[in-house]
């Protein structure tokens, strides 16, 4: 039987928020969510693509979440996504947070 791929999806809100945040640099800040875009299909077809993130590393926000896996984005930015299994729709990669390296470090609270 041939796996199914998973779906990807975008956490609502999250796409906004990235680029109010980052509307002083916008440039760059569509760069990097052009390549979040362009991994879709990496995603979809490997959901272990990123580097998974050990739980006790994890800010307490995203405890209820099964998995965390960390997206490397160009110009220093990063992206957050868990998989999630949903009966009746099946694996669903979840982007929940992208930020630059300054945002990441205070998110999970490094110096």
């Given amino acids: ?9 975008v956490l609502a809100g999250a796409k906004e ?3 109010h945040r980052h509307r002083k640099d916008l440039a760059r800040a569509k760069t990097a969510w052009k390549a979040l875009v362009g991994k879709r299909a990496s995603l979809e077809a490997d959901t272990t693509l ?6 006790h590393l994890w800010p307490k926000s995203y405890a209820s979440l099964p998995n965390l896996y960390r997206l490397e ?14 009966q009746g729709e099946g694996h669903i ?12 470090d205070r998110l999970f609270g490094y110096k």
């Fill in 50 to 55: 990123g580097d998974a993130i050990q739980r």
């Fill in 93 to 104: 990669v979840r982007i929940e947070w992208a930020g630059d390296h300054k945002e990441y």
């Fill in 17 to 19: 928020d990235f680029f």
């Fill in 73 to 86: 984005l160009p110009g220093a930015f990063r992206a957050l996504y868990a998989v999630l299994f949903i």
């Fill in 1 to 9: 039987m041939k796996p199914t791929r998973a779906q990807v999806r």
